[in-house]
């Protein structure tokens, strides 16, 4: 069964940083393309980045480019999203993501909140 379990969300200062992790299980890691999304109250989830299997390849939402860097490590089966020069507008509830055969697949959300 496949598991999608987010954590390193908080309360931070605008300009501050925050590391999120998304530790997965239950299915091949190092095989899949991971996403991160999130979703602001009132308004749709959003794509914010994406990695492929490898790692190799990656891309990000516009309003998060030059920011947020998403990475992974397929040994301990996680993929991190590092969040620099944080903004109010980036407050949300942060989504680990994974499309396989089995359909799309969310972890629980880890909420971010930028706010002075």
């Known amino acids: 069964q496949v598991q999608l379990v987010e954590s390193g969300g908080g309360l931070v200062q605008p300009g501050g940083s925050l590391r999120l992790s998304c530790a997965a299980s239950?299915?091949?890691?190092?095989?899949?393309?991971m996403n991160w999304y999130r979703q602001a109250p009132g308004k749709e989830r959003e794509l914010v980045a994406t990695?492929?299997?490898?790692?190799?390849?990656?891309n990000y939402a516009d309003s998060v480019k030059g920011r947020f860097t998403i990475s992974r490590d397929n040994a301990k089966n996680t993929v991190y999203l590092q969040m620099n020069s944080l903004k109010p507008e980036d407050t949300a509830v942060y989504y680990c993501?994974?499309?396989?055969?089995?359909?799309?697949?969310w972890g629980q959300g880890t909420q971010v909140t930028v706010s002075s």
């Open positions: 993501n994974v499309i396989r055969w089995s359909g799309s697949h």
């Open positions: 239950g299915f091949t890691f190092s095989s899949y393309t």
């Open positions: 990695i492929t299997s490898g790692g190799s390849v990656t």
